[in-house]
């Protein structure tokens, strides 16, 4: 499985740090599926785990109503710049932009809390149903909370939507233990 394209993409778009057991409230979310992204075919650029309900199912994965987490551990350095950059390619491939525009105020927020990654370093982004906050975390300190359950929806869209994600092959090894719609 490797991203296609130029984009330094795979392994800029974020996320996640910590153990997804260190986060307030999600003690309770199963590994549901685990991937590695690399760029050009052979550079490896993170590996990723998405941890959810057990009894989460593909088509409401990402609905407001599911709690989960992205944990992302990164195997090359990345500056935030380019975290951004691939973002907002995917992000404006999936969706118009009156729809991005619903949840700007939270992909800017959490675009500007953005760090430089280094080799080993982690990203965490978790989204709570239980009050609809999304929270990124890297090597596990908090970074941002953004509440807004539209905001999850859209940007766990990249690594987890049916329309045009970041690799499909990659979304598809992330929801290997989500049962079947």
Same mark, same amino acid.
């Given at each position: ?5 130029? /984009? ?20 309770? /979310? @199963?590994?549901?599926?685990?991937? #590695?992204?690399?760029?050009? &075919? ?6 990723? +785990? ?9 088509? !409401? ?5 599911? +709690? #989960?987490?992205? !944990? ?6 990345? $500056?935030?710049?380019? =975290? ?10 999936? =969706?118009? $932009? #009156? @729809? ?10 959490? !675009?500007?809390?953005? /760090? ?23 090597? &596990?300190?908090? /970074? ?6 539209? =905001?999850?929806?859209?940007? =766990? ?5 049916? !329309? #045009? ?13 989500? @049962?079947?719609?």
């Amino acid at each position: 499985m490797f991203l296609k394209g130029n /984009l330094l993409i795979i392994g800029l778009i974020l996320l996640l740090s910590s153990p997804v057991y260190g986060i307030s409230g999600m003690s309770d /979310l @199963q590994r549901l599926g685990q991937g #590695k992204a690399y760029y050009l &075919g052979f550079i490896k650029v993170y590996d990723v +785990s998405l941890y959810g309900s057990e009894l989460t199912s593909k088509q !409401h994965i990402l609905s407001r109503d599911v +709690s #989960k987490c992205l !944990h992302i551990e990164y195997a090359v350095d990345i $500056e935030k710049d380019d =975290f951004v950059e691939a973002a907002n390619t995917i992000l404006n491939r999936q =969706f118009s $932009e #009156k @729809q991005l525009a619903l949840a700007k105020g939270g992909i800017d927020a959490l !675009h500007e809390a953005y /760090l430089d990654v280094k080799d080993g370093d982690t990203y965490t982004l978790c989204y709570s149903s239980v009050d609809s906050v999304t929270t990124l975390s890297y090597n &596990g300190e908090e /970074l941002v909370s953004i509440d807004s359950p539209f =905001f999850a929806e859209t940007y =766990f869209s990249i690594w987890l939507g049916s !329309h #045009k994600p970041l690799d499909e092959d990659l979304r598809d090894d992330l929801l290997a233990g989500v @049962q079947k719609d």
